[in-house]
């Protein structure tokens, strides 16, 4: 059983249809709390791009969950439900409405085992507002007409999300006056210096402002989005005008499910407690995994580290099916990130192995402004055409 579909779970899925034994006795389903007519927006950074540009097939930033999800697990061995979690118990999830199984209205799924992949709640764009897809796509297109409009562009944080809404923006729209603030004194915090030096100079190149080691007093009723012009604060007493500012921080745990069941399986930040097996850290629960972004796994939060624990979720369940000794999760790899710096320029970068003092650095310049989307549709099994 599977709480939230990510980009990790269609790795659960193929690696469970590989064992023989489970691909006969089990049935992997899919729960996805949004209901946004089986489709999913496909990697942030992906759909980041068609919130600041309409010379996109907005539609396309949804993928379907079907076929793609299950496309090369045996047929019948996978259900996508679209309902949203209540409750957790040690055996079933309860649902907030009945849904079609095997026949039968239910709201109600009894699990075997069950792998948490709730991730982390980011603020929009980089998630969307509303439960369906044509809401989403209509907020894409609101949110990239309100760019358009705008002149003086200020984006609050420098992580990836920040780094490249910042440079589309800014190569889409040279015209603009862009800003990025950052509390750090480094953008990519996380990463090597190196990577901060490789944004900073793309940064000169464009034209995009840089402001560094200083909070944003973000008002709690938000900025103004009518266009209007206005301040925005910095703690350190400056301002910078605006008349659009996005918000690219914060990341927060989806974990409050398992408070009920397991609390004590949640850090004092919201994320869960796991073992190195990626069972939940309470041992009541050898039958509940958490993986991916939601999890305090000691790996950096990416999809290349989500998808290797996913692959190892699946062994562990078979491990458990046989009685044998389950493996551990090696959390040592350094972290990685494939970032855009505009329409085509991008770099893959890896912070230093261990041993080692030099990153891993690939410049590229073959982006497109749609991202290559067509070919996600296709490698997700639906083809570029289906279910628009």
Known sequence: MIRKLTNYIQHVALWIDDIPMLSMDFTARVLEDKARQMQVPWLVRRYLRFAVTTAVDTPKAFIPYLPGTFAKCEPGSGTVIQAKVTSLYNSAVQLDRKVSLNGQQVDNIPYKYLVIATGTKLTPPSSLPGSGKLEGVDYLRKHAQQVVKSSAIVLIGGG???VQTATDIKELYPEKSVTLVHSRQNVMNKFNQELHDIIKERFNDLGINLKLGSRVKVPAEGY??????FNVELEDGSSIPADFAIICTGQIPQSSLLQSLSPESIDKNGFIRTLKTLQISNAKYPNIFAI???ADTGAHKAARPGAKQAELVAKNIQH???QEPLEDYDATDPPAIHLTLGITKNVVFGN?????TNPMIKHRDDGSLDMNIDAVWTRRGGGPNSML
């Open 160 to 162: 990836a999300v920040g």
């Open 224 to 229: 103004p989005t009518d266009g209007s012009n």
């Open 292 to 294: 991916g972004d939601v």
């Open 320 to 322: 458990l099916q046989n």
């Open 352 to 356: 230093p192995q261990p041993g080692s």
